[in-house]
């Protein structure tokens, strides 16, 4: 079900379509993330740690990893979309599985189920620390296609 | 089932100690968030408007609304804990209801469900552009309750 | 945001449509669940406790209680919907608030967000015993309106 | 992260447990549902199609998928815990992928997070017709663990 490692490569043309829209993202430049990879229905996401990005006891805030989350599996939707299409999250889960402590987190988002109107993505963040990967975090997403003419994002319906 | 507007107000101490937990979430001043209203099992967050803020149209990203919406239910679980207790992120669901813009975000948080381990809360995002206020996010949470001394949060088992 | 006891009632044509569709959902007929009320946006359905409902220690399985959640926030969606629509989950999360005990379970389906496409529901699922009725499950719900046309529902996208 | 093919055997003395607690569900007897595997944090259950099972086009009702996965991924959960304890479903959230059309459905329930107190579970819905086997729901799930002593679940699953 997972095209784990499978997942091919994208096209020149349509990886600079993501990379501009994730650089228009002003929150991942603010919380100081960046677009590691980008493959078919499949994106990796890493922030590095800082003080700016903690919960009380220091740790990273889970709002921080649901936000690297969200846009991995965003943009591995997007990835599979055509030319003239906006993305916008319908919805997302995510469980916290352990303590998000560590140099970075990667977040990977991957596309389960690529329909015409929806698309179903699994999204996972990894806790970095020297050469241990740590899951920290897994979650569901669901995302819709929009015709980018509309201009509207974020919303369903 | 919600107790909306019947939420009654927090004792001095145990207001001191959701504040100062807050003040410690690095991620909350990164953002520009303030604690507005603290009640018992209800708080409300506050986001304004920034271009630090957005996703790749302009709106607020749905990072951003779920990090206060995630924050807004902690604390209102955690504001009914006992003193030597801490607050985990069980998980966490959004539903994006519409376009995240205006002036400001609001995120309330309210428990509807406290057990002695776990806790339910309501999450709710509405984005405040002049006289208009809109639900532009819905969400459920489940936290966790730690006996404080583990300093271990965010580590559900 | 719910429109709690304000919801309209419902035209008798729109109601005879969802009532028609209830009675062909063969797993209700068979868990034994009633339709018991329908207006706009809303639904309450009805579980008589049965031994053949349970889980392994005799109370009322979560799955008899997630399917009429199901259903109560499909119908409150589709009550809404064109004459010419169908309606299928595109997903749905519920937390169990406490064990799902007594005479018999009812669950109510409530329209929270209503757009072109997509429908957002808050569920509830309720135990009555006696006099008493206890809260036992929250959810939240996706739909999708689709051109009856299709004849395909459950197939988001 | 999954343990997928990886899943080790279960000693017969758990397994045999864990088939007891299956039995002793009145719903899953009432669907036709029955146990297939059971292997160390890993559980399949097969639901042959019956009318009896259909929403009100005549497919699956997400509601008896629901209630396998469920039952799956609770079970899978109950096989790693210590003979004394009860288990309990806290939440799941579950997404609708096709419609679940097929001779019969299998849920697969797969534990991806074990903890003292709580455990998180992957859960996946099958439909199979013929030779094709079509994934038709992917869900997550979080478990509770309870001293059996207690007598207190909220074991739905």
Same mark, same amino acid.
């Given at each position: 079900m997972h095209a784990e490692n499978a997942a091919e490569p994208l096209d020149p043309v349509t990886e600079r379509r993501v990379r501009d829209s994730f650089g228009r993202q002003g929150l991942m430049a603010h919380l100081g993330a960046s677009l590691e990879e980008v493959r078919k229905g499949f994106v990796r996401i890493r922030l590095p740690f800082r003080?700016?990005?903690?919960?009380q006891h220091g740790y990273f805030h889970a709002g921080g990893a649901s936000a690297i989350a969200d846009s991995a599996g965003g943009y591995a939707g997007f990835s599979l979309f055509p030319p003239d299409s906006a993305v916008l999250t319908v919805e997302f889960k995510i469980n916290l599985? $352990?303590? $998000?402590?560590?140099d970075y987190l990667e977040a990977v988002g991957r596309v389960i189920r690529s329909g015409r109107t929806l698309t179903v993505c699994q999204l996972e963040v990894f806790a970095i620390k020297g050469d241990t990967r740590t899951a920290v975090a897994v979650g569901q997403q669901t995302l819709m296609r929009l015709a980018a003419r509309t201009g509207d994002d974020r919303s369903p319906g």
């Open positions: 003080p700016e990005l903690t919960q599985l $352990a303590p $998000a402590v560590g």
